[in-house]
């Protein structure tokens, strides 16, 4: 195994969904104690969209650095159309390149489990965090 083609930009791709619930978290913190809990239904889709965009950014420039990294080291890299698809590209890079299936394991794990999770925990922080000072 191969343990070093397994690179920051990667391993961050991996977590980008949890960071995506951390940095909407963060956001809402940020304004809702800028406008002293000021809250409607605009707002909120105008952080989570701000969230959103940011996210999808940084993880086309982590998924584009990580291809580049993996042809640098004349690693197999699948194409980038499975970006749209990220499981499988995780499990096909993975595979491939004989690196075991951790990664594969924690994304799917992060993704569909706690993200849920950390969302609600966060979003009940703030819920009180508000009442609290309100």
Do not use: H
């Given at each position: 195994?191969?343990?070093?083609?397994?690179?920051?930009?990667?391993?961050?791709?991996?977590?980008l969904p949890?960071?995506?619930?951390?940095?909407?978290?963060?956001?809402?913190?940020?304004?809702?104690?800028?406008?002293?809990?000021?809250?409607?239904?605009?707002?909120?889709?105008?952080?989570?969209?701000?969230?959103?965009?940011?996210?999808?950014?940084?993880?086309?420039?982590?998924?584009?650095?990580?291809?580049?990294?993996?042809?640098?080291?004349?690693?197999?890299?699948?194409?980038?159309?499975?970006?749209?698809?990220?499981?499988?590209?995780?499990?096909?890079?993975?595979?491939?390149?004989?690196?075991?299936?951790?990664y594969?394991?924690?994304?799917?794990?992060?993704?569909?489990?706690?993200?849920?999770?950390?969302?609600?925990?966060?979003?009940?922080?703030?819920?009180?965090?508000?009442?609290?000072?309100?």
């Amino acid at each position: 195994m191969n343990k070093y083609l397994n690179d920051s930009n990667f391993k961050l791709l991996v977590f980008l969904p949890l960071i995506y619930v951390i940095l909407n978290f963060t956001l809402a913190f940020v304004y809702f104690s800028m406008n002293y809990g000021d809250i409607n239904q605009n707002t909120v889709e105008s952080i989570d969209s701000l969230s959103l965009v940011v996210a999808v950014i940084f993880s086309i420039v982590m998924f584009r650095r990580d291809l580049s990294f993996l042809r640098e080291n004349n690693a197999y890299c699948p194409s980038w159309g499975w970006y749209f698809i990220f499981p499988v590209y995780i499990y096909k890079r993975q595979k491939n390149n004989n690196l075991g299936m951790f990664y594969f394991w924690v994304y799917l794990i992060s993704t569909f489990l706690l993200t849920k999770a950390l969302s609600k925990i966060l979003t009940a922080l703030l819920i009180s965090y508000i009442r609290s000072k309100y």
